[in-house]
Each structure stands twice: as C-alpha cells, then as structure tokens.
Nanobody, 125 residues
C-alpha cells in the first residue's frame, strides 16, 4: 500500500500563487508516476499534471501550461505543484495520485492506484 499526504491548499486572490505538496509513504518503490488531478463543484475530476519518476518528464493539461509547474521534492518521494497566475476557474479540490510509470495514459484516473484525500484550492475574483 501507498499513502499520500497532501498539503498547501487555501484561499488566494486571482493572479496569486499557491504551492501544493504531496508526500508518499509505504511501498514507495512501486511508484513510477505522481500526478495531480482536480475536481470543481459539479464537474468531473480532471487531470492537471504528472511527474514521471524515472526520467523527470512532465505533462500538463492545456489550461495550466505555462502557469503550473510540477516538480519532485528532495530526499523524499514527494511532488510539488507550483501554481501561478491563478484564476477563479482553478478553484477545485486538488488530489494527488500515484501509480506505475505511464507516459501514454497518464491523464486517466485508471492509471493511478493510490489517491490522497484532497486539498481545497479557492481562487477569488
């Protein structure tokens, strides 16, 4: 089993920044990809970004490209999501996910076997 712990959510004004963090524990050797998804009220959960552990490749959902950056932490199995130029439409519960290495279907929820509890991000206009 893998446990994921998220932190860093909160309330920010439009144009502001937040950084989310996700730390993995447990059977971390099984992790090849760590990703962020988000779910806005009344909408389905959607892919945001993924970090491929073996080669450092990153992939992003189109609406966050150039504004969000996913990176690995130092010394731990951890990823950060730096979110800049936040917009009200970025408001959602953000979930960390982990699974085996997958550079083809990384945007699908089914590619990940482990999920965090979620952290709320609210962007006010």
């Amino acid at each position: 089993q893998v446990q994921l712990a998220e932190s860093g959510g909160g309330l920010v004004q439009a144009g502001g920044s937040l950084t989310l963090s996700c730390t993995a524990s447990g059977r971390i050797f099984s992790i090849g990809s760590m990703a962020w998804f988000r779910q806005a009220p009344g909408k389905e959960r959607e892919f945001v970004a993924v970090y491929i552990w073996s080669n450092g490749n990153t992939y992003y959902e189109d609406s966050v490209k150039g504004r969000f950056t996913i990176s690995r932490g130092i010394g731990k199995v951890m990823v950060h999501l730096q979110m800049n130029s936040l917009r009200p439409e970025d408001t959602a519960v953000y979930y960390c996910a982990a699974g085996p290495r997958n550079e083809l279907q990384y945007s699908r929820e089914t590619a990940y076997g482990y999920w965090g509890q979620g952290t709320q991000v609210t962007v006010s206009s």
